[in-house]
């Protein structure tokens, strides 16, 4: 079978995509309408005009205004369905779905309403597609951390219903030190922890979720190749990246994907994941990022595979199921 074939039809974990970051022009525009809420776009074509980045910040302006449309329990079930509708065609069997509840909160819409539109969502999708997914509750780090205590404290009720905590948001000038004292807290709580380190800001950024945050995983981790030490260190400890490489190039972190660290990554023996990210705002959902990167590096099916098996191996599931996956890695 040739790679591309492989790709599309074997079974795939998904580790980095924000829910928001799933809102398609069409279905922004429908939920404006039934909202009556104004965006200043008159068409889909201007919306997706509007999508030319030349950094994160850019893309965050969009980003926010996009989701400012979203009021109800039915808007962030829809959104979430709508890429659950995804992940059944691509043939992504688990994601660990991020959401911004400051995003929301900030507008007044509450917490429960966000949570409950993504959890029905997600229970369809278990009962229609047979699709599991955690839920990865994100703190803004333009935010405060006093903010970000809030949406802990927000969280509690439905503990239950996350897995994990993260950061993301504007990188630059806000690094991970700023959130050490709400990211201890999350830990006592039971919360798993990644963060978003390294895309924008510098390796320091990446030490410092790794020995301040206590992290499980990193969220892009693009800068870790300037720091020798920090290679090794990813290495020795298996600490997995959840690369995006049409996020990459979508907001100017690679050049072009003919350059994108990915492959390095691999030989080095880092333990690196392909993701999408941002889908609706960067072009491509995962499998178009998998073959996109395929194509530019030429990647060999042995290292599509390597892939493929970390997305399962350091996702959050069981070791049972995760065993079950890496079995129909290796088979198809
Ligand atoms: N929020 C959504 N996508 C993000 C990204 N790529 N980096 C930081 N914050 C984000
Ligand atoms: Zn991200």
Known sequence: MDIISYIKKVPKAELHLHIEGTF?????????????????????????????????????????AGASVLLYEQDFYDLTMAYFKHCAEENVVHTEIMFDPQTHTKRGVSFETVISGIKRAQDDAAKNFGITSYLIMSYLRH???????????????YKHLIKAVGLDSSEKGNP???????????????????AHAGEEGPAEYVWEALDLLKIDRIDHGNNSLTDEKLVNYLVENKMALTVCPLSNTALRVVDDLKQHPIKK????????????DDPAYFGGYITKNYTEII??????????????????????????????????????
């Open 24 to 64: 398609e022009p069409e279905l922004m525009f429908e939920i404006a309408q039934r909202n009556q809420v104004k965006i200043p776009y008159n068409s889909v074509e201007e919306v997706k005009k509007a999508y030319q980045f030349n950094c994160l910040q850019d893309f965050l302006d969009i980003y926010y």
């Open 143 to 157: 935010l405060s951390e006093e903010d970000a205590f809030e949406t802990l404290e927000q969280s509690l009720p």
């Open 176 to 194: 991970p030190s700023k959130f050490q004292k709400v990211f201890a807290a999350s830990v006592k709580e039971g919360y798993k922890i990644v």
């Open 265 to 276: 990554m691999l030989d080095l023996g880092i333990k690196a994941t392909v993701n999408s």
């Open 295 to 332: 194509e530019a590096l030429s990647l060999s099916l042995e290292e599509v595979k390597t892939l493929v098996s970390n997305s399962f191996e350091y996702s959050f599931l069981d070791e049972e199921t995760k065993k079950k996956y890496l079995q129909m890695v290796h088979e198809n």
